[in-house]
């Protein structure tokens, strides 16, 4: 059968561990995709590193907001093309394609051609934008009258996609008369660079290989696709170095022997130094036939391929100091960046994209505090301290002075104009969002505390503001969306998109300071939203957050079945599958999917251990810290 298979590596370690380095690969590796098939959307992946680039003149526009114009960086009509470029700019670009070409036709996805094996091994190499294939195959060699022969590779480059999650993934093919490619050297039967240009973007592909000589010719017709063809029949495989970068590599980085060491070296800290869970026991010690041990044992296994697979693609779409957006390094998006008010789409320079809801959404601002707290917890020391001082002053600094005084009620309130969580509401008419105002104290708590660590006071403003923030709106015994909502429960357009009040008693921990949440009206709400909201048309970290919640009000079962939801998909790949909202993949339903599973298997602050449903009894976890 014609397959492709994904292979997770994983070396033994000596590092003492409750789940041995050698279980911890046997349960990894029986998770391997294998695929019969090709996908236009999801590819099988290796890690890679992309590039980037910026501009100025941009005015936005002024929205009414606490008695006073403020500037936001929208759409301007009257500057459409340079709100455009802001965009689309500076974006990831596709680096190539490289494939395989037949004498006849070409094969995409199959590794067997007329009934000959071709065997390809592919390693990337972890300190560069190194890609090392080895192929191994009679069909190498040149193709003679009537026989076999004639494999060859080919090697395309796209024109720069502008547009925001395009698929199948990054670059434009067809728009060949706007970018520029050059056979820059071909000074040995062994080696080859090919310039490619565009704009003010210029990068080389410096190709060496080992196994036979060989010949880079091209483009074909129309194309910017060039052909590495065989010139000499060899016995030995051939080794291919790949290697892009701003200037002509003149070293081959490794051979396929040396290389594929590194590589592993690299999966087996982040394998076996890493927190695990482990279900197999579960799934063995439900292998009678009762509908309920059947049950279990469906639920064990699949949510074990989400959990190894989440890990794996999460470290393959990872790049470096400036991480991708929701869609991670399979088509182009946005991305989150810091600054004094946290942007919703910015760019490498801090700099957010034109948008009404980019400059008005506001539930990011205590992000550095959340992620701050949680390196806390694991590296207590001077060096987190100083680590983050300077972003949570910054951060705490601006949400303290959003914070609008108001006289009559005595409270500070989160005023429009904004846009919460759900991103669905008249941000004219949005006031004291549940989600916010408890993420807000939050995060001036956690603000707070930083400067105590550090033998420092906190500022007047801070705890001011902490202190007196408007109370969580209630409607019907329930936590609404914001302050005078209409028709909470019973209009469809309330029940829609995240439903993130569930985050105040899930995500978030109860609040240290202020007045306590109340857990009759925890559970009306936690009620409603599974009987009410609209979860079928429910996207991303929806149901995470919802498991979160589900666990922290002691329903273990149902937070399970929120994380195995017929919604919440995950395909034979592991790709988190975006729906009819947002694009595939859809990569916080991973990340969000990890952090439910780690309070499941950790416990958080008060209630520290496993947290499974009655029946996953042998449930196996090692290197959690407890949620706060």
Same mark, same amino acid.
């Given at each position: 059968m014609r397959h492709l298979t994904y292979l997770i590596l994983l070396l033994p370690c000596l590092a003492e561990a409750k789940i041995s380095a050698r279980r911890r690969q046997k349960v990894v590796q029986a998770y391997n995709p294998r695929r019969n098939a090709s996908s236009d959307s999801t590819p099988l992946r290796v890690p890679t590193t992309p590039n980037q680039t910026s501009i100025d003149d941009f005015t936005g526009l002024q929205w009414w907001t606490h008695d006073r114009l403020v500037s936001y960086t929208q759409h301007n009509p009257v500057q459409n093309d340079i709100s455009q470029w802001l965009i689309q700019n500076p974006q990831r670009i596709n680096l190539g394609n490289i494939g395989f070409t037949f004498p006849d036709r070409v094969l995409r996805s199959s590794f067997v051609y007329k009934g000959v094996p071709v065997s390809v091994k592919t390693a990337v190499d972890p300190d560069s934008d190194t890609v090392l294939m080895e192929v191994d195959s009679r069909l190498l060699q040149p193709r003679s009258p009537g026989g076999d022969g004639g494999l060859g590779l080919f090697f395309d480059f796209p024109f720069s996609d502008r547009n925001k999650c395009d698929a199948p993934f990054l670059g434009v093919w067809n728009a060949t008369d706007k970018h520029m490619t050059v056979l820059q050297r071909q000074t040995s039967p062994y080696s080859a660079v090919i310039q490619h240009s565009f704009g003010q973007t210029t990068y080389f592909l410096t190709l060496k290989w080992e196994g036979g000589e060989g010949k880079v010719t091209g483009p074909a017709e129309g194309t910017h696709r060039r052909l590495r063809l065989t010139a000499t029949f060899s016995p030995e495989p051939l080794e291919l170095d790949a290697t892009t970068n701003a200037s002509i590599s003149t070293t081959m980085t490794a051979s396929f022997t040396r290389l594929p060491a590194r590589t592993q070296i690299w999966w087996n800290t982040y394998w076996i130094t890493g927190a695990f869970v482990n279900l197999p026991r579960v799934i063995r010690s439900k292998s009678s036939s009762?509908?309920?041990?059947?049950?279990?044992?469906?639920?064990?296994?699949?949510?074990?391929?989400?959990?190894?697979?989440?890990? @794996?693609?999460?470290?393959?779409?990872?790049?470096?100091?400036?991480?991708?957006?929701?869609?991670?390094?399979?088509?182009?998006? @946005?991305?989150?960046?810091?600054?004094?008010?946290?942007?919703?789409?910015?760019?490498?320079?801090?700099?957010?994209?034109? !948008?009404?809801?980019?400059?008005?959404?506001?539930?990011?601002?205590?992000?550095?505090?959340?992620?701050?707290?949680?390196?806390?917890?694991?590296?207590?020391? !001077?060096?987190?301290?100083?680590?983050?001082?300077?972003?949570?002053?910054?951060?705490?600094?601006?949400?303290?002075?959003?914070?609008?005084?108001?006289?009559?009620? !005595?409270?500070?309130?989160?005023?429009?104009?904004?846009?919460?969580?759900?991103?669905?509401?008249?941000?004219?008419?949005?006031?004291?969002?549940?989600?916010?105002?408890? @993420?807000?104290?939050? !995060?001036?708590?956690?603000?707070?505390?930083?400067?105590?660590?550090?033998?420092?006071?906190?500022?007047?403003?801070?705890?001011?503001?902490?202190?007196?923030?408007?109370?969580?709106?209630?409607?019907?015994?329930?936590?609404?969306? @914001?302050?005078?909502?209409?028709?909470?429960?019973?209009?469809?357009?309330?029940?829609?998109?995240?439903?993130?009040?569930?985050?105040?008693?899930?995500?978030l921990p109860p609040l240290a300071s202020g007045p306590s949440l109340d857990m009759g009206v925890l559970k009306k709400m936690a009620e409603n939203i599974k009987r009410y909201w609209a979860l079928e048309e429910s996207y991303g970290w929806d149901f995470s957050m919802l498991a979160m919640n589900a666990l922290r009000l002691g329903d273990a079962k149902q937070a399970v079945e929120y994380l195995l939801h017929p919604i919440f998909q995950f395909d034979d790949a592991g790709y988190p599958v975006g729906g009819s909202r947002v694009p595939t993949p859809y990569f916080p339903n991973s990340a969000s999917l990890l952090l439910a599973v780690a309070m499941m298997a950790g416990g958080w602050d008060g209630n520290e251990g496993k947290r499974f449903p009655e029946g996953w009894e042998g449930v196996e976890v090692d290197g959690f810290v407890p949620a706060m």
């Open positions: 009762s509908p309920t041990s059947t049950n279990i044992t469906t639920s064990a296994t699949e949510l074990q391929r989400r959990i190894l697979l989440s890990l @794996y693609l999460l470290a393959v779409n990872h790049a470096s100091s400036l991480p991708p957006q929701e869609s991670g390094l399979v088509n182009n998006g @946005y991305r989150d960046i810091r600054e004094t008010r946290w942007g919703k789409m910015t760019d490498p320079t801090g700099r957010s994209a034109p !948008g009404e809801i980019n400059s008005l959404l506001i539930w990011q601002q205590p992000h550095p505090m959340f992620f701050a707290e949680t390196e806390w917890r694991g590296f207590p020391n !001077g060096i987190t301290l100083e680590k983050w001082d300077e972003v949570i002053t910054a951060t705490g600094d601006f949400m303290a002075s959003y914070a609008w005084f108001n006289e009559l009620t !005595g409270y500070y309130d989160l005023r429009p104009p904004m846009y919460p969580v759900s991103e669905n509401t008249n941000p004219n008419n949005t006031i004291n969002p549940t989600f916010e105002l408890a @993420y807000w104290r939050f !995060g001036l708590d956690v603000a707070c505390r930083w400067r105590q660590r550090q033998n420092k006071t906190a500022p007047e403003s801070w705890t001011r503001v902490r202190d007196n923030l408007a109370p969580l709106p209630v409607v019907d015994v329930t936590y609404a969306i @914001y302050e005078g909502i209409p028709d909470m429960w019973t209009d469809n357009k309330t029940t829609n998109d995240h439903p993130a009040m569930a985050g105040i008693y899930g995500l």
